[in-house]
Nanobody, 126 residues
Framework: QVQLVESGGGLVQAGGSLRLSCAAS????????MGWFRQAPEKEREFVGA????????RYSPSVKGRFTVSRDNAKNTVYLQMNTLKPEDTAIYYCAADINNEWAPPVALHDYDYWGQGTQVTVSS
């Protein structure tokens, strides 16, 4: 069983930065991949970035590549999403997700993830 809790969302001006955190409470000893997704109003949830257990394999959506960075601290069971040069179109609820069946190849599809956090709101003003 995995519980995920996101934090760090808020209101920021365009061009600013935020760092989201996702703390995982796990009852599994299995290594796992983690992903970040977002959902804007009246839009489908979309992939943002993902990271494998080692932290060496990273995947990003083209819309955030070069601006966002995913990282993790396995000792703290925490995954981060550093968001720089934020744009109004980045406004959304951001979710972290865990794929406990996948150690090395972080997936980009929603259905590949087993557990989800409750989300944290990010609002970017113009």
């Amino acid at each position: 069983q995995v519980q995920l809790v996101e934090s760090g969302g808020g209101l920021v001006q365009a061009g600013g930065s935020l760092r989201l955190s996702c703390a995982a409470s796990l009852r599994t000893s299995r290594p796992y991949a983690m992903g970040w997704f977002r959902q804007a109003p009246e839009k489908e949830r979309e992939f943002v970035g993902a990271i494998d257990w080692s932290g060496k394999t990273l995947r990003y959506s083209p819309s955030v590549k070069g601006r966002f960075t995913v990282s993790r601290d396995n000792a703290k069971n925490t995954v981060y999403l550093q968001m720089n040069t934020l744009k109004p179109e980045d406004t959304a609820i951001y979710y972290c997700a865990a794929d406990i069946n996948n150690e090395w190849a972080p997936p980009v599809a929603l259905h590949d993830y087993d557990y989800w956090g409750q989300g944290t709101q990010v609002t970017v003003s113009s």
